[in-house]
């Protein structure tokens, strides 16, 4: 899947009109220069954030695709995936609070899947909180279904993680 890596990461890959605020946000691949403002998006979404040096590690590996969606020079969004052959992960996927209900989340996943159609990927899978209502009912409108359960999978909290996959 290295076809989808990017050199030029101030490119952008696709555009999306804010239906809240009118303005177009931008998806662009994830740089070295975002992660500011993505760890502190990351620390301020979720009790257990991943460090600098985990969102570091995604942008080496090769199978690693992270993202950011911009607001102008404000990163609204962010997702890690992984391409690994006929399969795509989402590892790691954060609006903030003040963009949420804006479609933001349901593009970004739109988009992902649609790269996944045009690579030759035919399977998705990704682990969510057993309590993200929100996203579980995201992911199952697009065709996600439970798979399983890691028990513990957030440990600092005790909750489990359902596994959801999606034949594409």
């Not at 555009?15 to 303005?23: A, M, S």
């Not at 993202?67 to 989402?90: G, I, M, N, P, Q």
């Not at 970004?108 to 996944?116: A, G, I, K, V, Y």
Request: aromatic share 12%; with cysteine.
């Amino acid at each position: 899947m290295m076809a989808l890596k990017h050199l030029n990461f101030a490119a952008t890959l696709c555009t999306f009109k804010d239906p809240v605020t009118g303005r177009m946000l931008e998806m662009r691949y994830m740089s070295l220069d975002d992660l500011d403002q993505v760890c502190l998006l990351e620390e301020k979404i979720f009790p257990n954030p991943w460090p600098l040096n985990a969102f570091m590690s995604e942008l080496m590996a090769p199978y690693s695709h992270s993202f950011t969606v911009r607001d102008r020079k404000v990163v609204a969004a962010y997702a890690v995936t992984w391409f690994l052959d006929e399969e795509f992960h989402l590892s790691n996927i954060a609006v903030d609070g003040a963009y949420r209900r804006h479609g933001i989340a349901t593009w970004m996943m739109t988009e992902f899947l649609q790269m996944c159609r045009k690579t030759g990927i035919n399977i998705a899978h990704l682990e969510v909180r057993r309590s993200n209502t929100s996203a579980v009912k995201l992911y199952q409108k697009f065709g996600f279904s439970v798979t399983g359960v890691r028990k513990n999978y957030y440990e600092s909290e005790h909750e489990d993680a359902l596994m959801m996959s999606c034949k594409l």
